[in-house]
């Protein structure tokens, strides 16, 4: 995608948030039962044991698509997709007990502090320099 650096994640196991910037690029978490595209949203992913698997959207909107029926559905601010591990999805609002204590935590400090950036420096396949950067 023209200058930008396309990005993917694999989460197996256990929860991750993510914060993607518009026009940062093609950002995607793969999960056992889902694949899920984004641009410029904050989410939460959480995969349980088995491959069950929920994404709780905070800012923006993800696509989610189920790798075993190739159903997609938009996941829009304030909504949670709830996919089993069959590959059943329900679509539902938010609410403050579908994040534990320390994730509520994490997302929280996101907001209130002055993000730091890492930039690191990549060569692409065609040899020009792309940068990853990390915002913690």
Known sequence: ????LNKNVAVSKGSILTNVNKGSG???VSTPTT???V?????????EEGGATQFLVTDGEVEVRILVTDETAV???GQTALISALGELHLRASNPDDLSAAEQIELESMRET????IRI????????V??????Y
């Open 1 to 4: 995608e023209g200058n930008k």
């Open 26 to 28: 093609l950002f995607r």
């Open 35 to 37: 694949v899920a595209s």
């Open 39 to 47: 641009k410029g949203t904050e989410f939460i992913t959480k995969v």
């Open 75 to 77: 996941v829009g601010k």
């Open 114 to 117: 002055v993000p730091k950036v």
């Open 121 to 128: 420096p990549v060569l692409d396949e065609n040899g020009r």
């Open 130 to 135: 792309k940068y990853i950067e990390i915002t």
